[in-house]
């Protein structure tokens, strides 16, 4: 069974910074062999793209309203993704997943074949 977990979700005023992390488990996931993504979805709104990672580390990719401000990477020996979060916004505010797919379309969430529960991030102005 394959579980990805997320972790490091809160609250924050905004300008302010969190990381959330991800681990993953399970006998049939080999996580370096995973494009890594993390969505995100606020209340009444369709879930969005936020960053991708792939396999090895050297590519990432980023939504627009994320760029300059959200770092994603990786430590494969650790099979954890993280997601660096600075000068957060109110617009922020949402339920953040983790995500593991094999694709080749980081920004696509039919790519991603493996789901965490989610983790809310909260940003008062």
């Known amino acids: 069974q394959v579980q990805l977990v997320e972790s490091g979700g809160g609250s924050v005023q905004a300008g302010g910074s969190l990381r959330l992390s991800c681990g993953a488990s399970?006998?049939?996931?080999?996580?370096?062999?995973?494009?890594m993504g993390w969505f995100r979805q606020a209340p009444g709104k369709e879930r969005e793209f936020v960053a991708a990672?792939?396999?090895?580390?050297?590519?990432?990719y980023y939504g627009d309203s994320v760029k300059g401000r959200f770092t994603i990477s990786r430590d494969n020996a650790k099979n954890t993704v993280y997601l660096q979060m600075n000068s957060l916004k109110p617009e922020d505010t949402a339920v953040y997943y983790c995500a593991g797919g094999s694709s080749l379309w980081p920004k696509a969430e039919a790519t991603y074949g493996y789901w965490g529960q989610g983790t809310q991030v909260t940003v008062s102005s």
């Open positions: 399970g006998r049939t996931f080999i996580f370096s062999s995973n494009l």
């Open positions: 990672i792939s396999r090895n580390g050297g590519s990432t």
